[in-house]
């Protein structure tokens, strides 16, 4: 080995690892130390994952505690609504200016202007709005009122009864006919067509007019008959309520089955509705808010 090789040997030893990477050495070349502790912070920050849930078939009394099946999208009450109309009116710079000016006016010899120049247009201009919200809220409180009260047949000790959507729980096998609405998150168990096939439109979710097609597991494809459901046990586990629309992970269990895992391709999402099939049964996973279409409301 000649000379200028050892020498050449020797400065690199002397360089940092991170450094001889490199064959010509730049300080913006080497790993930022500041990036690391902005990767702990985004890792601190990030929401914590939902929690995962347990349902078991035809067991309603170990499925307890999850959110009932009653929606609200109104957005204010009786008690509620001067004070959040008054902060979402006066957080805007423009109101909250035009009430300052108003407020200076009250004082004597501030103000070359009346009392009352800005403070009567800024109050007629809050009562219109505030005419315009509680119009805006009753049509959504009508609209609740309507999609609550809907009927869905519910397999129960059973027999299938006709019930509201409120009364709808997790664990409930539901049936929803041709030109219904889902009224809640559904794992898909068996439909009228071969092999648990059924047809969806979701363009109260995603604004797709295309129908998508769902198909049940393989195991539960072939249950038409109610004594088929009474006698359906096993447990399904999956990740708690989320905003994802189109992903779902879980698995479910049949007695004597082994566990078998379950997509989105056996979801049926609250707000879409059955098209070119007949029947569906379906095993209600997510209610109410914890719903995909109430999470991304």
């Known amino acids: ?30 790993p930022n130390p ?42 204010y009450s009786i008690v509620t609504f001067i004070p959040r109309f008054v902060y979402d009116q006066f957080r805007r710079y423009a109101n909250l200016f035009f009430l300052l000016i108003a407020s200076l006016q009250q004082i004597p010899g501030v103000s070359p202007t009346g009392q009352f120049t800005t403070a009567v247009p800024l109050l007629l201009v809050l009562l219109a709005t505030a005419v315009k919200e509680i119009i805006e809220d009753l049509r959504r409180h009508n609209a609740d009122s309507i999609e609550n009260g809907r009927m869905i047949d519910v397999f129960r000790v ?13 664990g409930d096998i539901v049936k929803v ?14 439909s ?4 648990g096939v059924c ?21 539960t494809a072939n249950m038409e008959k109610r004594s088929d459901l009474n006698l359906l046990r096993g447990k399904l586990e999956c990740e708690g ?18 566990p078998e895992p379950l997509s989105a391709n056996q979801v049926l999402l609250r ?19 914890d719903t995909k279409l109430m999470r991304n409301s």
């Open 271 to 289: 707000g879409a509705q059955l098209r070119n099939t007949d029947w569906i049964y379906g095993l209600v996973v997510y209610t109410g808010h």
């Open 192 to 195: 009228s067509e071969p092999q």
């Open 158 to 170: 059973g027999i299938f009864q006709s019930i509201p959507w409120t009364k709808v729980v997790v």
């Open 241 to 258: 309520p989320n905003t994802r629309l189109y992903e779902f992970s879980g698995n479910i269990t049949i007695q004597h089955y082994r």
């Open 1 to 30: 080995m000649s000379q200028d090789s050892q020498e050449l040997n020797e400065i690199s030893s002397l360089v940092p690892p991170e450094r001889s990477r490199y064959p010509f050495y730049c300080p913006w070349a080497v």
């Open 177 to 190: 006919c041709r030109g219904q609405f889902f009224p809640a998150d559904l794992i898909l168990l068996s």
């Open 199 to 219: 047809y969806i439109e979701t363009s109260n979710l995603d604004g797709e007019t295309n129908l998508k097609i769902r198909q049940s597991y393989d195991q």
């Open 34 to 75: 500041l990036t690391h502790i902005q990767d702990i912070w985004k890792r601190w920050r990030a929401p914590p994952l939902p929690p995962q849930r347990t349902i078991y078939i035809n067991d309603p009394a170990r499925n307890g505690g999850f959110c009932h099946n009653r929606i609200s999208t109104t957005k």
